[in-house]
């Protein structure tokens, strides 16, 4: 298994090898504008969306069909086409020439998307972006047998053709708390938002904390503005003593609410935090965030596609679009063997030894949803530095 994640590490390692190494910032911008690219010659193909089906793509024998579901239109546009763009960049650099990839838009509907796409012929979809969607489409694909390698980070919707690839943040929270335990801390708190993320926070906490051998001796829940912070923060107040306190939230939340448990008995608690932190460029500007720790997945080779990305599409890449590049690059190693016109190998997706791509190792377990080896990042003055790198491998 080792052997097989530095064989295909390497093959990433030459494939970016073609990248501009210009400097580029590791955080970016939440609300990077959509862009205008100029159409490239191995571009994924737009199909038109007319709002019916009116007959099918040309049949194609030497090149895997494979149907690119996402909002290109709408308020979310700018991350659909930054996840676009992105697995146009992984078509250009692996030079692959036996797989097409066509582009439906989500935002009008996603089942007539993907009743379209599979009328097209398409053996595979990578998306939707939202979980939602993926529910919409997800009887259609099951019975047409196509899988579905979904953006979303909802594991809810995982399972039978749906894989999950999005970044879980159960996995986060268990990552960052077994590197609390190792460093020696065993009595946990955790302030979460109310709603959804909060409520799977929540389980996750508890469940990480206690495989660790940890205590959790508090846990709130909080809804918006700084009073309802406070108010949670009082109530830990009567608890134990906490050493380590999670904030499930984003990285902008956590600079806003630091202070305020500075404020209110978590004075010398070490700050946690999830993967929403990887995108939030203020945390080393702030003295508050100091010695913080949160886990995700590494930006070691993102920064050399964030350049390339800017170089090709003249804007910054939305963080969450290596999903696209990655999916690119999962569909083009299973592609060696897989004969054209033929359904997808699903159960090549299992593949124990994973697959590695820009966001690190990575590999989909029974229930569907994406594992990933991830490393924890400490806010120092100015800078992120790993605290403890990801694993080599999954046997590790």
């Given at each position: ?6 064989k295909w590490q390497a093959i990433l390692m030459l494939v970016l090898g073609t990248m501009v190494l210009a400097a580029c910032q ?73 797989i097409r990839i066509t582009s439906y838009d989500t935002a009008r509907g996603a089942q007539a998307a993907a009743q379209r796409a ?279």
């Open positions: 298994m080792k052997h097989l994640y530095r590791t955080m970016v911008p939440k609300t990077a504008p959509p862009s205008t690219p100029t159409q490239q010659p191995d571009r994924p193909d737009t199909r038109p969306d007319d709002g019916a089906i009116t007959g099918v793509l040309p049949s194609d024998e030497t090149r895997h069909r494979i149907a690119l579901l996402l909002p290109l239109s709408g308020k979310d546009a700018a991350v659909g086409q930054s996840i676009a763009n992105a697995t146009t960049l992984a078509l250009m650099d692996t030079k692959a020439s036996n599979i009328a097209d012929g398409n053996r595979l979809i990578l998306g939707p972006l939202f979980g939602d969607d993926v529910v919409a489409i997800a009887a259609t694909a099951n019975a047409a047998r196509v899988p579905i390698i979904s953006y979303s980070n909802d594991v809810g919707i995982a399972g039978n053709n749906v894989f999950v690839m999005g970044y879980v943040p159960a996995q986060s929270i268990d990552r960052v708390v077994r590197h609390a335990r190792a460093q020696g801390i065993t009595r946990f708190a955790a302030l979460v938002p109310a709603g959804t993320y909060g409520q799977r926070a929540s389980s996750a906490m508890l469940s990480s904390v206690k495989a660790a051998g940890g205590t959790v001796v508090s846990m709130q829940s909080y809804g918006a503005g700084n009073a309802a912070i406070t108010a949670a923060l009082k109530k830990m107040q009567g608890d134990s003593a906490y050493e380590a306190i999670l904030i499930a939230d984003s990285g902008a939340a956590a600079v806003r609410i630091v202070p305020l448990i500075r404020a209110n008995g978590g004075t010398d608690a070490r700050i946690l935090g999830t993967e929403l932190w990887n995108t939030e460029r203020t945390l080393p500007a702030s003295p508050a965030m100091r010695g913080a720790w949160f886990a995700s997945v590494s930006d070691g080779l993102y920064r050399q596609y964030a350049a390339k990305y800017r170089a090709q599409f003249g804007s910054d890449p939305f963080r969450l679009s290596t999903l696209g590049y990655d999916s690119v690059l999962l569909t083009t190693r299973i592609a060696r063997d897989w004969k054209p016109g033929t359904p997808f190998p699903m159960d090549r997706l299992r593949d124990a030894g994973g697959f590695i791509g820009l966001d690190g190792a990575f590999r989909f377990g029974r229930s569907g949803v994406a594992e990933r080896l991830l490393e924890v990042q400490q806010v120092g003055a100015g800078t992120l530095t790993v605290a403890s790198p990801a694993p080599k491998s999954f046997a590790d």
